[in-house]
C-alpha cells in the first residue's frame, strides 16, 4: 500500500526537521520526506495546517486484560490509545494472572495481533505474582519479547531482591522500572502527607515514601549498572535525586504524568473526588512546578500517562475505599499542547521527544524517525483542535479522569502504524 501525506509541519528533532513537507509511504515504511512528492497509486491525505510527528508511545498503561476486563481490555484500551494519538503502549503486569511468564507475554502479544489498534509493548513483572519475594521467570519472558520489568502497583521492599532484579536484568540489556513506594512508610496513606491530609482528615502517604525508594533503587543501579527508569515521579526531591544520578553518568531515567503536572492536593476538595485518587498521590504546586521546570530542562525523559480504568461502581465510593488510579490516554497529548506547547515551555521538537522518540529508547525499540527507511508509525495533530474533555467521549470503558470539563486545544486527528491508519479525522478505522 502508498499513502502520501501531503502539505503537513512535519517535525522530528531527531533529523532536524521542521518544515512544511510531504512523506511518501509504501509498505509501511518511509520511502521519501520532501516538497512536492507525487505518486501514481495510492492514497494521498491532505494535511495543511496539520502537526506530523513519529508516533507516539505511551511506556505506562494498564490495559488489565487478562482478569480485569469489567475495567479495560485490550480491544478498548487500544482504541483510546489510538483515539489519543498512540501508536505503541507498553502494558503494565500487574493483571491476574501476573505476567511473570512467557505464557502470559504470549498470550498478551496475540490478543494484541488479534484486536489491537496500537502497537503493544509488554513488561514482565520483577517478582512471581508481585510478591517481591521470587524472582519471576526474567529470562524466559525475555526470550519471548520482553524489554522492561516492572512490579507496578507495588514497591520492591526488599533491597536485596531489588539487587538480584536488577543483576538479572542488567544481563539482558533490560530496564527495570520501578513503583517507588516504602509501605512501611505509606501504610494506609490516601492523600499527599501534610496540609492535604490534615485538611481532609485522611491517612497521609509521605513523600519520603517515594523518595527513599528512589535513592535506593539509584544506589542499586550503581552497584549493578542496571538500566534504572523511575516511574511516576511526583516530588522535587526525588527528581533532583534522578538530577544528580544523570550528571554522575548514571544509567538512570524517569516519567511524569499529566495528572502529576497540571493538578495538585489542593484539587482534592471536601467532595473527595475519588478520580483524584491516584498512586503516587497528588502533591504540592511547589512539587508540581518543579516536575514542569524537569520536563522543561531535560531532567524527565518522558511523559507517560499511567492509564489505570476502573469501573464505575468502585470509583463512586467512599474515598479510602476506592481504588487508586486515572485514566489518561485520550487527555494526554491534548494538556501536553495546551499547558506546555502553546504556552511556550517546550516547543514541539521536546514534546515529540518526551512522548515518542525517549520512550522508544528506553524500552530498546526501533526508532522512528522521519525519513527514508523508517517504520511508518505517525502521529496527526491539528493544533487548533479546540474542545472540551467529556465522558461521553471517551472509548475506554472508563471515565474515571481528572479532567473531565477541562478545555483543551489541540489533539490527534490521525494515527498511522505501520503505514495503516487506525484513527482517521479523529474516528477509529475498524
Same mark, same amino acid.
Request: aromatic share 4%; charged share 25%; with cysteine.
Given at each position: 500500500?502508498?499513502?502520501?501525506?501531503?502539505? $503537513?509541519? *512535519? =517535525? !522530528?528533532?531527531? &533529523?532536524?526537521?521542521?518544515? /512544511?513537507?510531504?512523506?511518501?509511504?509504501?509498505? %509501511?515504511?518511509?520511502?521519501?520526506?520532501?516538497?512536492?512528492?507525487?505518486?501514481?497509486?495510492?492514497?494521498?491525505?491532505?494535511?495543511?495546517?496539520?502537526?506530523?510527528?513519529?508516533?507516539?508511545?505511551?511506556?505506562?498503561?494498564?490495559?488489565?486484560?487478562?482478569?480485569?476486563?469489567?475495567?479495560?481490555?485490550?480491544?478498548?484500551?487500544?482504541?483510546?490509545?489510538?483515539?489519543?494519538?498512540?501508536?505503541?503502549?507498553?502494558?503494565?503486569?500487574?493483571? $491476574?494472572? *501476573? =505476567? !511473570?511468564?512467557? &505464557?502470559?507475554?504470549?498470550? /498478551?502479544?496475540?490478543?494484541?495481533?488479534?484486536? %489491537?489498534?496500537?502497537?503493544?509493548?509488554?513488561?514482565?513483572?520483577?517478582?512471581?505474582?508481585?510478591?517481591?519475594?521470587?524472582?519471576?521467570?526474567?529470562?524466559?519472558?525475555?526470550?519471548?519479547?520482553?524489554?522492561?520489568?516492572?512490579?507496578?502497583?507495588?514497591?520492591?521492599?526488599?533491597?536485596?531482591?531489588?539487587?538480584?532484579?536488577?543483576?538479572?536484568?542488567?544481563?539482558?540489556?533490560?530496564?527495570?522500572?520501578?513503583?517507588?513506594?516504602?509501605?512501611?512508610? *505509606?501504610?494506609?496513606?490516601? &492523600?499527599?502527607?501534610?496540609?492535604?491530609?490534615?485538611?481532609?482528615?485522611?491517612? %497521609?502517604?509521605?513523600?519520603?515514601?517515594?523518595?527513599?525508594?528512589?535513592?535506593?533503587?539509584?544506589?542499586?543501579?550503581?552497584?549493578?549498572?542496571?538500566?534504572?527508569?523511575?516511574?511516576?515521579?511526583?516530588?522535587?526531591?526525588?527528581?533532583?535525586?534522578?538530577?544528580?544520578?544523570?550528571?554522575?553518568?548514571?544509567?538512570?531515567?524517569?516519567?511524569?504524568?499529566?495528572?502529576?503536572?497540571?493538578?495538585?492536593?489542593?484539587?482534592?476538595?471536601?467532595?473527595?473526588?475519588?478520580?483524584?485518587?491516584?498512586?503516587?498521590?497528588?502533591?504540592?504546586?511547589?512539587?508540581?512546578?518543579?516536575?514542569?521546570?524537569?520536563?522543561?530542562?531535560?531532567?524527565?525523559?518522558?511523559?507517560?500517562?499511567?492509564?489505570?480504568?476502573?469501573?464505575?461502581?468502585?470509583?463512586?465510593?467512599?474515598?479510602?475505599?476506592?481504588?487508586?488510579?486515572?485514566?489518561?490516554?485520550?487527555?494526554?497529548?491534548?494538556?501536553?499542547?495546551?499547558?506546555?506547547?502553546?504556552?511556550?515551555?517546550?516547543?514541539?521538537?521536546?514534546?515529540?521527544?518526551?512522548?515518542?522518540?525517549?520512550?522508544?529508547?528506553?524500552?530498546?525499540?526501533?526508532?522512528?524517525?522521519?525519513?527514508?527507511?523508517?517504520?511508518?508509525?505517525?502521529?496527526?495533530?491539528?493544533?487548533?483542535?479546540?474542545?472540551?474533555?467529556?465522558?461521553?467521549?471517551?472509548?475506554?470503558?472508563?471515565?474515571?479522569?481528572?479532567?473531565?470539563?477541562?478545555?483543551?486545544?489541540?489533539?490527534?486527528?490521525?494515527?498511522?502504524?505501520?503505514?495503516?491508519?487506525?484513527?482517521?479525522?479523529?474516528?477509529?478505522?475498524?
Amino acid at each position: 500500500m502508498a499513502l502520501l501525506l501531503k502539505n $503537513a509541519r *512535519v =517535525i !522530528d528533532p531527531q &533529523v532536524e526537521l521542521d518544515t /512544511v513537507c510531504d512523506v511518501l509511504v509504501r509498505d %509501511g515504511r518511509i520511502v521519501e520526506v520532501g516538497q512536492d512528492l507525487a505518486m501514481e497509486k495510492g492514497e494521498t491525505v491532505d494535511l495543511t495546517g496539520k502537526v506530523l510527528v513519529p508516533g507516539l508511545v505511551d511506556m505506562h498503561v494498564h490495559l488489565r486484560e487478562p482478569g480485569y476486563e469489567q475495567k479495560e481490555d485490550i480491544a478498548s484500551g487500544t482504541r483510546a490509545a489510538a483515539h489519543g494519538g498512540f501508536t505503541a503502549v507498553c502494558a503494565m503486569p500487574n493483571t $491476574a494472572p *501476573v =505476567i !511473570d511468564n512467557a &505464557v502470559g507475554v504470549e498470550y /498478551v502479544k496475540a490478543r494484541a495481533a488479534q484486536v %489491537g489498534k496500537c502497537r503493544v509493548i509488554v513488561s514482565g513483572a520483577c517478582t512471581k505474582g508481585l510478591e517481591g519475594e521470587i524472582l519471576a521467570e526474567m529470562g524466559d519472558m525475555h526470550a519471548h519479547g520482553v524489554k522492561a520489568f516492572t512490579d507496578d502497583g507495588h514497591g520492591v521492599q526488599d533491597a536485596g531482591m531489588m539487587r538480584r532484579v536488577m543483576e538479572y536484568a542488567s544481563q539482558f540489556d533490560c530496564v527495570v522500572m520501578p513503583h517507588c513506594q516504602d509501605d512501611s512508610l *505509606v501504610g494506609e496513606g490516601q &492523600v499527599n502527607e501534610g496540609t492535604c491530609s490534615t485538611r481532609l482528615g485522611m491517612f %497521609g502517604w509521605p513523600a519520603e515514601g517515594e523518595e527513599l525508594e528512589i535513592m535506593r533503587d539509584i544506589a542499586l543501579c550503581r552497584l549493578t549498572g542496571c538500566p534504572l527508569h523511575i516511574q511516576h515521579i511526583t516530588t522535587a526531591r526525588g527528581l533532583q535525586l534522578v538530577r544528580d544520578a544523570k550528571a554522575e553518568g548514571l544509567p538512570v531515567t524517569c516519567e511524569v504524568t499529566p495528572h502529576h503536572l497540571f493538578l495538585t492536593e489542593d484539587d482534592i476538595d471536601d467532595t473527595y473526588p475519588t478520580a483524584l485518587k491516584v498512586n503516587p498521590p497528588l502533591r504540592t504546586a511547589a512539587d508540581a512546578r518543579a516536575l514542569i521546570e524537569g520536563v522543561a530542562d531535560g531532567t524527565v525523559d518522558a511523559i507517560v500517562t499511567d492509564h489505570a480504568p476502573h469501573t464505575d461502581w468502585e470509583k463512586d465510593r467512599e474515598f479510602e475505599l476506592a481504588p487508586f488510579g486515572m485514566i489518561g490516554l485520550e487527555t494526554a497529548l491534548s494538556l501536553v499542547l495546551t499547558n506546555l506547547v502553546k504556552p511556550g515551555v517546550i516547543d514541539y521538537g521536546r514534546m515529540v521527544d518526551l512522548m515518542a522518540v525517549r520512550p522508544r529508547a528506553i524500552l530498546r525499540e526501533e526508532p522512528v524517525r522521519l525519513e527514508a527507511g523508517s517504520i511508518a508509525d505517525l502521529t496527526v495533530i491539528d493544533p487548533d483542535a479546540a474542545w472540551t474533555v467529556a465522558r461521553a467521549d471517551f472509548l475506554s470503558k472508563a471515565g474515571n479522569s481528572g479532567f473531565i470539563g477541562a478545555e483543551l486545544v489541540g489533539r490527534a486527528t490521525e494515527v498511522y502504524v505501520g503505514g495503516y491508519a487506525t484513527l482517521k479525522d479523529g474516528v477509529i478505522v475498524e
